[in-house]
């Protein structure tokens, strides 16, 4: 089992084992979702959640102590699905911090754009994320990443998140300068670490 897959169970009072039930939490998450793009994290209501899924309020207690909980896990998912799509694009991707740090930051817009309840609950802590980011590179590079390397993209994150923030508090589709400025910020800061 993964250490991903470890942590997402922790998130949970009983992981599923039946397909039906995976469908059902599915479609719980999904609502979860949904419901934060419409009413946000303070009118979310796991009754809310259960009606727009479709099942029992019960059913959200038996995977979920509460809306906590449930908004965890939906960041748990939103950290799956941008690792898995950000490693997909590394695969092919040039070994220099421009072409890297563009497909960290537009992967990051397109959730923000298109996936639902991200723009309230992404990846649910930056920490999480920029060790995620360093697994990754170390793969990409072939390579383990050392302490300073780690600590530098910790920095990287925190700095290009309140950026990111900024530049999609006033715009739900983000403004573009705001975004090429937390790009070029990023790239020059972690440029001083070789890819070679």
């Given at each position: 089992?993964?250490?991903?897959?470890?942590?997402?169970?922790?998130?949970?009072?009983?992981?599923?084992?039946?397909?039906?039930?995976?469908?059902?939490?599915?479609?719980?998450?999904?609502?979860?979702?949904a419901l934060l793009d419409e009413v946000g994290y303070e009118g979310l209501t796991t009754r809310a959640v259960a009606r727009r899924a479709g099942v029992p309020i019960g059913s959200v207690y038996r995977f979920f102590h509460d809306k906590r909980d449930l908004v965890a896990?939906?960041?748990?998912?939103?950290?799956?699905?941008?690792?898995?799509?950000?490693?997909?694009?590394?695969?092919?991707?040039?070994?220099?911090?421009?072409?890297?740090?563009?497909l960290v930051v537009n992967e990051y817009v397109a959730m923000r754009r298109g996936v639902a309840g991200f723009a309230?609950?992404?990846?649910?802590?930056?920490?999480?994320?920029?060790?995620?980011?360093?697994?990754?590179?170390?793969?990409?590079l072939g390579a383990p990443v050392g302490e300073d390397f780690r600590l530098a993209l910790r920095i990287a994150v925190e700095a290009c998140d309140a950026i990111?923030?900024?530049?999609?508090?006033?715009?739900?589709a983000g403004d573009a300068r705001v975004i090429a400025e937390a790009k070029e910020l990023t790239q020059a800061y972690l440029a001083r670490f070789s890819l070679e």
């Open positions: 089992m993964s250490a991903q897959a470890r942590e997402s169970d922790a998130l949970l009072r009983r992981a599923p084992v039946q397909q039906r039930s995976v469908e059902r939490l599915d479609r719980i998450v999904d609502a979860c979702a896990a939906l960041g748990e998912r939103n950290m799956e699905e941008y690792s898995a799509r950000l490693a997909g694009r590394l695969a092919g991707a040039r070994r220099d911090w421009v072409a890297i740090v563009d309230t609950v992404d990846f649910g802590s930056s920490e999480a994320l920029s060790g995620r980011l360093a697994a990754l590179l170390a793969e990409h990111l923030r900024y530049a999609f508090r006033d715009d739900p």
